[in-house]
């Protein structure tokens, strides 16, 4: 289980992601809603141990460790972090992904027979930007995936590019249940999906809640006038 106590990271003015605690089990799919993406995108990077909170915990299992979680973790599709590059093609990115896996677990070390073993060498020679969303998430999942050691998937934001939740989410919620492999997911999203009342998460917006906290002033107590005076005396 994935268990985030009083996480918070800080922002240049306010904070990215004010304290806040979750909690994702394993087998099962978390969303996050964050009406920003610096937000969403720092709660990503905290919760897979790519970036250090500025407060609070994230532990994974009986560990709380950052190396262990970065070791069991994958950040996906995380913009501006690791997403795929437009002008790479998919087996490029293929290329790229399977030589950072730790060299003990590299059974398949070509590209071309890991796309034709995973049934992608039908996109080999596409464009990444050109992938469908369904396709391009169960793609960047799988080489993820061929980490043994990743018990953790973080996606970041995967309803940017499709309007449709069905394009993300059904196949989130089966990988997470997949009785082979069962996976601990978390996914940071814009807005909950209307259709959606399994497990969910807010991440405060800085700025509303620094507006809720801070009271106007109370108005002064208007001074007397000479006049008022004068007539608090006569009487």
């Given amino acids: ?8 990271v800080k922002g240049r003015h306010d904070d990215l992601v004010p304290p806040m605690s979750l909690q994702a089990a394993s087998g099962s799919l978390l969303l996050v809603a964050g009406d ?5 995108t720092a709660l990503a990077l905290a919760l897979s141990a790519r970036m250090k909170v500025s407060a609070g915990t994230v532990s994974l299992g009986q560990s709380s460790k950052i190396g262990d979680l970065r070791n069991s973790s994958a950040l996906i599709d995380s913009p501006g972090v690791n997403e795929p590059e437009q002008h790479l093609s998919v087996k490029d990115l293929v290329t790229e992904d399977l030589a950072l896996i730790p060299r ?3 059974g398949i070390r070509h590209a071309s027979d890991w796309l034709k073993i995973n049934a992608f060498e039908d996109i080999a020679k596409v464009w990444v930007d050109q992938v469908p969303t369904a396709r391009r998430l169960e793609l960047l999942c799988t080489l993820a995936l061929a980490n043994p050691e990743v018990d953790l998937l973080v996606v970041d934001s995967p309803d940017r ?10 196949q989130l919620v089966a990988r997470a249940a997949d009785p082979g492999r069962p996976l601990c997911i978390v996914a940071t999203v814009s807005g909950i999906p ?7 998460a807010h991440i405060e917006n800085p700025i509303d809640l620094r507006a809720a906290t801070t009271q106007a002033p109370e108005e002064p107590e208007p001074a007397e ?7 608090q005396d006569q009487s």
């Fill in 161 to 170: 590019h499709s309007a449709d939740p069905q394009d993300w989410l059904p």
């Fill in 1 to 8: 289980m994935l268990i985030a106590q009083q996480l918070r």
């Fill in 104 to 106: 003990r677990y590299r």
């Fill in 225 to 231: 006038t000479p006049e008022a005076e004068e007539s």
């Fill in 194 to 200: 209307a259709d959606w009342h399994r497990a969910q």
């Fill in 36 to 40: 920003l993406q610096p937000q969403r």
